[in-house]
């Protein structure tokens, strides 16, 4: 794949996960996270990292399928004209 087709998933994806960490840690606090009914048992800065990371993750899937989505389907197929 392109190196401008990389950027074309990477960048808005990483804007997104920017912005929704900021929404989500806004309302919630990493301390009083649980797991199965136990603290998580890492720091603030693991919580919002491992968040950040996890958000950008599901923003570079749908900006992937966005960019699949809008080929035709000749160029996906491989198919000469």
């Given at each position: 794949?392109?190196?401008?087709?990389?950027?074309w998933?990477?960048w808005?994806?990483f804007?997104?996960a920017?912005?929704?960490e900021?929404?989500v840690f806004?309302l919630?606090d990493p301390?009083d996270l649980?797991?199965?009914g136990e603290?998580?048992?890492?720091s603030?800065?693991a919580?919002?990292?491992?968040?950040?990371?996890?958000f950008?993750?599901l923003?570079?899937g749908?900006?992937a399928?966005?960019?699949?989505l809008?080929?035709p389907?000749?160029e996906l197929?491989?198919?000469?004209?």
């Amino acid at each position: 794949m392109r190196f401008q087709s990389w950027m074309w998933i990477l960048w808005p994806a990483f804007l997104l996960a920017c912005v929704v960490e900021l929404l989500v840690f806004a309302l919630v606090d990493p301390g009083d996270l649980h797991w199965h009914g136990e603290p998580i048992g890492l720091s603030r800065q693991a919580v919002y990292t491992a968040g950040f990371f996890a958000f950008w993750l599901l923003a570079i899937g749908s900006s992937a399928l966005t960019l699949l989505l809008t080929r035709p389907a000749r160029e996906l197929n491989n198919l000469e004209d």
